[in-house]
């Protein structure tokens, strides 16, 4: 997948780095873009998979909305070229400060998920004398099948606000005069590659509507969040993830009333692809069922293995050896989680080698930490 000429350019760089191929980005755009639009979707980019200038400037070129989680994510969004009219803010745990920030930008959206953040979104909105527009993020209770870390639509999760508060919510609501409630707000978790719980969803969303219909409410924006799964495993042959299928779900299952609009927030499945962590061989060291091949990246540039179990291909790409042995690949982090990969197979490998981690485009760079004092490395296009 990388040129002689790539690996040789690789090679006069300091390892390890992002490494970012542009046209992959593009394509997966133009792919979600020409899907989106077949129904009139509108995408918001979940800025926290990868904020990186280029990256967002280059998502923002064709023409995706923003869902920010923090108050830098939306100023992040805004000086990369994102209207404050896309942009919808989420989270459980938003500051007053981030609050105003969406404020006095007048952002599209703030996805409220709990009573008192309710009454607390109001009275920010009345001292800087605006209405904010907010959707509810209700807990749909529907199971995403996913890691238990990336799960987020079961009631026991910390987000949003759950059904049988929703009485309680619309009596708030009659007396926050500084809020417009404009829609409902669901995301189930990320990295779902099942995508019957979609459907689940949809089925859930529905029943949800037609509780607020016979309280005499209609929204205009329906979110579904995000959280499409990619191929960490095939991702030379899956590079593009499927969103014909993934948007066909909802347009079959999800009832809308006219005028309403559908909202979806995707990170990961538009930017996990274009990404991939290069690293260089320190040391072959000889354990007792494998070899380690200890690599100069480790969990502070990745943490996905670490956190959530995650496995990544990983490949020797300046290797021509014809013998295959097994390794762990490992980081130099003083962490036994900082590993990348056990009992892999890969040609033979010896210390200067470059090895590539896939798919590692969302949840990388964003994530990446200073732990025992290292250096925050570079992104390369
Ligand atoms: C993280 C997040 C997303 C994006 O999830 P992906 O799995 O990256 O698509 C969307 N919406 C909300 C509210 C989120 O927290």
């Known amino acids: 997948m990388f040129s002689q000429a790539q690996i040789s350019k690789f090679r006069e760089l300091p390892t390890p780095f992002y490494y970012y191929d542009l046209e992959v980005l593009e394509a997966t755009l133009k792919s979600l873009q020409q899907e989106a639009d077949s129904y009139n979707y509108h995408i918001h980019y979940a800025l926290k998979a990868n904020s990186n200038p280029e990256i967002l400037k280059l998502i923002e070129s064709y023409g995706l909305g923003a869902d920010c989680v923090s108050g830098n994510e939306i100023s992040r969004a805004i000086a990369c070229g994102f209207p404050a009219s896309k942009i919808a803010f989420a989270g459980v745990g938003k500051t007053d400060r981030e609050i105003q920030t969406g404020l006095e930008h007048d952002i599209f959206c703030f996805n409220c998920e709990s009573i008192p953040e309710i009454k607390i979104m109001n009275e920010l909105a009345a001292q800087s004398g605006r209405k904010a527009r907010i959707a509810l993020r209700i807990n749909p209770n529907v199971n995403a099948n996913t890691h238990k870390y990336i799960t987020t639509g079961l009631e026991e999760n910390k987000f949003g606000i759950n059904m049988w ?19 409902l707000h669901f995301h189930i978790g990320s990295q779902i590659t099942d995508l019957s719980a979609y459907k689940g969803l949809c089925l859930r969303v529905n029943e949800i509507q037609n509780w607020f219909y016979e309280h005499k409410i209609i929204v205009d924006h329906i979110n579904v969040g995000g959280g499409l799964g990619i191929d960490y495993e095939h991702h030379r042959e899956n590079r593009i993830p499927d969103f014909k299928t993934f948007f066909a779900i909802f347009h079959d299952f999800l009832e809308l009333r006219p005028q309403q609009q559908v909202h979806f927030e995707l990170g990961r499945s538009v930017v996990a692809q274009c990404g991939t962590l290069i690293t260089k061989v320190l040391y072959v060291k000889n354990g007792v069922n494998t070899d380690f091949a200890i690599v100069d990246a480790g969990m502070t540039e990745l943490l996905r293995p670490a956190l959530y179990q995650a496995v990544h291909a990983i490949s020797n790409i300046s290797s021509a050896s014809p013998t295959l042995k097994r390794y762990d690949v490992v980081g130099p982090i003083c962490e036994s989680s900082d590993c990348f990969a056990k009992a892999l197979m890969l040609p033979e490998t010896k210390r200067g080698d470059l090895i590539a981690i896939h798919s590692a485009g969302a949840y990388g760079e964003v994530m990446a930490s200073q732990y025992n004092l290292r250096d925050l490395v570079k992104a390369v296009y």
């Open 165 to 183: 508060e929703l009485e309680d919510v619309l009596s708030v609501l009659q007396h926050c005069k500084h809020l417009e409630l404009i829609g």
